[in-house]
Each structure stands twice: as C-alpha cells, then as structure tokens.
C-alpha cells in the first residue's frame, strides 16, 4: 500500500441489502472470537482445538433524516411478518474516496433500534439514531484492484429469500452452486473446491439405499454442502480436511468406528468426511431396535439435530426462539440446503 493511501477510520460507509443507506457517523462491533479447548492424548500431550467462532452485534449510527428503511426493517420483526435476513457491507475508503477494503457481514437482523435522544435547550448536536444488527459472520476483502474496475466481487440479492447472486465467477466451475450466505468467489472460491466430493458421496449413498428426493433419509447435493458450510464454512484449513467436522477430537465417538469407518485422529478428507458424515447422521436419525436393525426415521431435523448434540445455547450471534444449539443448527442446515 502506498503512503497516500491510508487507512482512515472516519472514511466509510455501509452497504445493506435493500436499503437505501444514508451515510453512517460511527460503527462499532466488529469484532470476532473462536473458542478453543483442550484435548488430552494418553501420553500427556495436550492439543488445542477451535469451537465456536462469536460475533458481537454491529451498532450503526447516523443522522436522522427523511429515510426511514432501517426502522421499518426493525420494525418488520416486530409484527408477524416474515423475518427477512440481509447481507452488507462495511467498506473503507482512502482519502481519495477509492475504496480499500470492505468487510462483508451476513444473514443479518436487526435487534434494536435507538431514537435520537431530543433536548430543546441544547442547540448545538445533532438528533441522531442507532441501530444494532446481529448477524451470522464477518469476512474481510480487500481486493482493491477488482473494486476499481468497477467488479466487487459480492452482489447481493433483492432480499435472502432470493437466491444471492455473485459477479466475477464462472458458472460452469460452480458444480452445485452458492449457498445463501457464503461467497465462493474471490478470496473465498475454495468453498467450491469440494463440490465433486459432495456430489459424489451423495450419489454413493444414495445408491447404496435405494433412496430417490423425497424418500426417508434422502441427501442432495446441496445439501449437504450447506451441512459443510454450518460446520465449517469459515475456516478454509478444516474445509479442506474435515468439512462436516465427523472427526472432531472433541466430540469422538467409538462408535464411529463401525458406523462410519473412521478411527479417531485419522488423517481427514473431505471425501472421507462426507461419506462418514452421511452414514453417521443416518445411525442418529434411525431408531434402531435391540438388534440393531434400523426400525423407523426420527425425520431430517432429528437426524441434524443429534448428529451435532450441543445443549449449550445457540451462538449469541443467532436471532432463534431455540434454547439448544443442537436445535438452532438442525433449522439452518435445512434452511440453507432446501431448493
């Protein structure tokens, strides 16, 4: 970067799906953690691994005008309307006005919104409103040269109901295609770099039960890419290895090893990992008789839902009436993978 081309916090406007954005004063929150935890081997040797990745809710805040799209979007969710989710951006210019760097925020809500604070006797502010929007992850991009040529690389969509479109990606390398809500163009193309694997393994097991769309226990493509995406959709290292997370160390099960093939710790794949994931959600959404003997289908959500088994609370990120994560991770699953 050059030196006339710093980075000056006050220079930025948002982006929200939409909504026609008058220009922001202040934005706060953005901000990511990832839990870690341990995992003890026999020897004594201690590994640490990531779990759940938090984001703090994005606070707005601008002048009040005649605009009034954030509030009716806050209000919205407050009546009995469909929630709809929006994707944007935050983005950064020089002192050029030449764009910088932009971070892309998504699935995002409002949670609340702030009046201006109104005081006759003091003439000299401004009446302001904020608004906070939760969301479901952040990413940076920073691809200055494609901004310039007039080629973002993310386009967003009349609203999430509708499928999200992308520019600069050629269609016929995306073999199933964006899931809602994560980009595979630009510095996040690596999330089509599985869907052969994906197809694949659906296909195999598809066939190895005689399941066609529709059937109990049935798996599309997309779908589970958008199973991959929930687990891993934001780290392109466990992407790579372990997509749908069926070998964490910190939720192993011996009983992997007859149902699903795999032995704790072995070197991943994502081949490897959609086709055990697949055999092992369909043990958890089966109930199976004293023999063994698969009885009857618990249905899609419970076979999701057991297959991830955190009681903890859904992340607080998440806008969800559930109490379990277990819960909240079994709707988006089939929220994101339906056609």
């Given at each position: 970067m050059s030196d006339d081309?710093?980075?000056?916090?006050?220079?930025?406007?948002?982006?929200?799906?939409?909504?026609?954005?008058?220009?922001?004063?202040?934005?706060?929150?953005?901000?990511?953690?990832?839990?870690?935890?341990?995992?003890?081997?026999?020897?004594?040797?201690?590994?640490?691994?990531q779990g759940r990745t938090r984001y703090?809710?994005?606070?707005?805040?601008?002048?009040?005008?005649?605009?009034?799209?954030?509030?009716?979007?806050?209000?919205?969710?407050?009546?009995?309307?469909?929630?709809?989710?929006?994707?944007?951006?935050?983005?950064?210019?020089?002192?050029?006005?030449?764009?910088?760097?932009?971070?892309?925020?998504?699935?995002?809500?409002?949670?609340?919104?702030?009046?201006?604070?109104?005081?006759a006797r003091d003439r000299s502010s401004f009446a302001v409103e904020r608004i906070e929007i939760a969301h479901e992850g952040i990413e940076v991009d920073n691809d200055s040269l494609s901004i310039q040529n007039n080629t973002p690389w993310f386009h967003i969509g009349q609203n999430m109901s509708e499928e999200t479109n992308f520019i600069g990606a050629d269609e016929d390398s995306a073999l199933i295609g964006a899931i809602e809500g994560y980009p595979e163009t630009g510095n996040n193309s690596w999330r089509a770099d599985n869907d052969q694997a994906f197809i694949d393994a659906c296909n195999n097991y598809n066939e190895k039960y005689g399941?066609?769309?529709?059937?109990?226990?049935?798996?599309?493509?997309?779908?589970?890419?958008?199973?991959?995406?929930?687990?891993?959709?934001?780290?392109?290292?466990?992407?790579?290895?372990d997509p749908l997370q069926v070998n964490n160390p910190g939720d192993w099960d011996d009983r992997k090893t007859d149902i699903a093939g795999l032995t704790q710790n072995q070197e991943m794949t994502p081949e490897t990992s959609a086709e055990a994931a697949l055999e092992w959600r369909r043990y958890k959404g089966y109930i199976h008789d004293e023999t063994g003997t698969e009885t009857e289908w618990r249905?899609?959500?419970?076979?999701?839902?057991?297959?991830?088994?955190?009681?903890?609370?859904?992340?607080?990120?998440?806008?969800?009436?559930?109490?379990?994560?277990?819960?909240?991770?079994?709707?988006?699953v089939l929220e994101l993978g339906s056609d």
């Open positions: 081309s710093k980075l000056s916090s006050y220079l930025f406007f948002v982006e929200i799906d939409g909504i026609e954005t008058a220009r922001f004063q202040k934005c706060e929150g953005l901000e990511a953690e990832t839990e870690s935890f341990e995992y003890e081997e026999g020897g004594g040797e201690v590994h640490h691994f703090p809710n994005l606070i707005l805040e601008k002048g009040i005008n005649d605009n009034n799209e954030l509030f009716n979007w806050f209000q919205s969710i407050t009546k009995d309307e469909k929630i709809e989710r929006k994707n944007g951006s935050i983005v950064l210019k020089n002192t050029d006005g030449e764009e910088l760097k932009r971070w892309n925020f998504f699935r995002a809500l409002p949670c609340r919104w702030i009046g201006p604070k109104l005081d399941l066609s769309e529709g059937d109990d226990g049935y798996v599309s493509p997309k779908m589970l890419k958008a199973w991959a995406m929930v687990e891993s959709g934001g780290s392109p290292d466990a992407f790579a290895t249905g899609d959500f419970q076979a999701f839902r057991r297959y991830n088994g955190n009681t903890n609370p859904p992340p607080s990120s998440a806008t969800t009436e559930r109490t379990e994560h277990r819960d909240y991770y079994a709707d988006l």
